[in-house]
Nanobody, 125 residues
Framework: EQLVESGGGSVQAGGSLTLSCLVSGYAHNSYCMGWTRQAPGKEREGVAAIGRDETEMYTDSVKGRFSISKDDAKTIVALQMNSLKPEDSATYYC????????????????????WGQGTLVTVSS
């Protein structure tokens, strides 16, 4: 396994969860890492990305509520999710993108990144 997610679960609206992604193997060389999510019946959506220079990027719907981070060794990528809403319910996938000439962005990570098996987040109203 290259990307292994954990930390999903069920929470009430307004609550918080922290997702973690253990990065191993070739994924250590990724210059862009982050998270995507997919709700039942919906397309996969990019959520957050973090570049090699620690630049953080978020989709508009989570700005101010979610925070992405990674450790110096790039072995853990975390997503702190606060003020969760029912519409945040989805399977969350850790994603990584190696050097491919594309800029690190939420959109490119969603389209071109590799991802793990996912962890389910359910937010009840």
């Amino acid at each position: 396994e290259q990307l292994v997610e954990s930390g999903g679960g069920s929470v009430q609206a307004g609550g918080s969860l922290t997702l973690s992604c253990l990065v191993s193997g070739y994924a250590h060389n990724s210059y862009c890492m982050g998270w995507t999510r997919q709700a039942p019946g919906k397309e996969r959506e990019g959520v957050a990305a973090i570049g090699r220079d620690e630049t953080e990027m978020y989709t508009d719907s989570v700005k101010g509520r979610f925070s992405i981070s990674k450790d110096d060794a790039k072995t853990i990528v975390a997503l702190q999710m606060n003020s969760l809403k029912p519409e945040d319910s989805a399977t969350y996938y850790c994603a990584a993108m190696g050097p491919n000439g594309l800029e690190c962005s939420v959109s490119n990570l969603r389209r071109f990144g590799a991802w793990g098996q996912g962890t389910l987040v359910t937010v009840s109203s």
